[in-house]
């Protein structure tokens, strides 16, 4: 597989996995991880995270380029820490390798008054793999998440099911958009090394046939 600059990780909504799948993705690809903006659990965050999933491997986790102190959409949080957020003040890190970069919130969280994480997306394009999870009103945000998307030109190139499997929801998404291919994670514990590398072999596998 060519390496490409960076991969996106957008969920269907705020709890739909993305950090923990943004860090198998990484483990997957041998990539770097970042998620640009941080709003709330600063001494928990994110990247603290993936930093713990990503321990041993030599890989980096980027410094956000911006952390914010309450749990809001960034633009609120934003506006209570007095900073202001522009699509100009968030330029990707530099890194020889892929970077796995983690949206802030679903696909429409504000940045500021006018700007969405969907404007961040297209401003730095690539491909975009969208997490999912499997509860009442899933499918709904799923194709809606896949249509925004595709209004932009941002399609994704598969679907990331971040739970365990519902047969009825996936075969239903698949039916509605038959051009897009899904792998499921199942459940994951951060904390079991042998769980995240055995998962992380088999998505490299897939990920690898997605973008190449």
């Known amino acids: 597989m060519k390496q490409i600059p960076h991969v996106w990780i957008a969920g269907i909504h705020t709890d739909a ?22 709003a709330g659990g600063l001494d928990n965050s994110d990247s603290h995270r993936v930093a713990h999933m990503l ?6 986790v980027h ?3 911006f952390r914010l102190r309450t749990p809001m959409s960034p633009h609120a949080a934003a506006r209570i820490d007095a900073v202001d957020i522009a699509l100009t003040d968030i330029v990707l890190p530099q890194t020889t390798r892929t ?31 969208l997490v999912s999870r499997h509860y009442i009103g899933s499918i709904n945000h799923t194709l809606l998440s896949i249509e925004a998307l595709e209004a932009r030109g941002l399609a994704p190139v598969g ?12 075969e239903f998404i698949a039916q509605r958009k038959p051009q897009y291919r899904h792998f499921r994670l ?7 090394t042998a769980q995240l ?13 997605w973008l190449s």
């Open 159 to 170: 679907i990331l099911f971040s739970d365990e499997e519902n047969a009825t929801t996936e």
């Open 186 to 192: 199942g459940n994951i514990d951060e904390n079991n």
């Open 99 to 129: 970077l796995v970069v983690e949206t802030a919130g679903g696909l429409y969280s504000p940045l500021n008054d006018t700007v969405t994480m969907l404007d961040l997306m297209r401003a730095y394009p690539a491909p975009v793999l």
């Open 63 to 65: 410094p956000e380029a």
């Open 17 to 38: 996995g993305k950090t923990t799948t943004s860090g198998l993705v990484a483990l997957a690809l041998q990539a770097d991880y970042w998620k640009p903006v941080q």
């Open 55 to 60: 321990r041993g491997s030599g890989l980096t």
């Open 197 to 209: 590398e055995e998962v992380a072999s088999k998505l490299r596998v897939t990920l690898e046939n």
